[in-house]
């Protein structure tokens, strides 16, 4: 682009002899870091499969007792209860076999 362009001549200010400096150190680089970010990892991970059963299970509840209410009926929570731990059981499965992938 040439430097008229903007109505004022502007001169280079000689920035091209200078160089980047070197590439800092970052908590990847270091072997500590990276341990400690995989254990971080992995409780993130175990404690995320703690929470999504239970989670789960009491959404399914909710949501049925809720189309109980809308519906008038008695036993449509049990299906949401029945269904919220299957999903809850099936989601664990599937973050256990992502693990196990993840590790190989």
């Known amino acids: 682009m040439p430097a008229e362009c903007f109505g004022a001549a502007v001169q280079p200010i000689g ?5 980047m400096p070197e590439k800092p150190n970052t908590e990847s680089d270091l072997p500590s870091a990276s341990k400690k970010k995989g254990t ?3 409780l993130a991970r175990y404690s995320e499969m ?3 059963i239970p989670a789960s299970v009491l959404l399914g509840f909710f949501l049925g007792k809720l189309a109980d209410y809308w519906l008038h009926t008695k036993w449509l929570y049990l299906i949401g209860l029945v269904f919220g731990a299957v999903v809850g059981f ?3 499965i599937r973050m256990a076999f ?7």
């Open 40 to 42: 971080l990892v992995s």
């Open 50 to 52: 703690g929470f999504m």
């Open 90 to 92: 099936w989601q664990v």
């Open 15 to 19: 920035l091209e002899s200078f160089q």
């Open 98 to 104: 992502r693990a196990n992938k993840d590790q190989n």
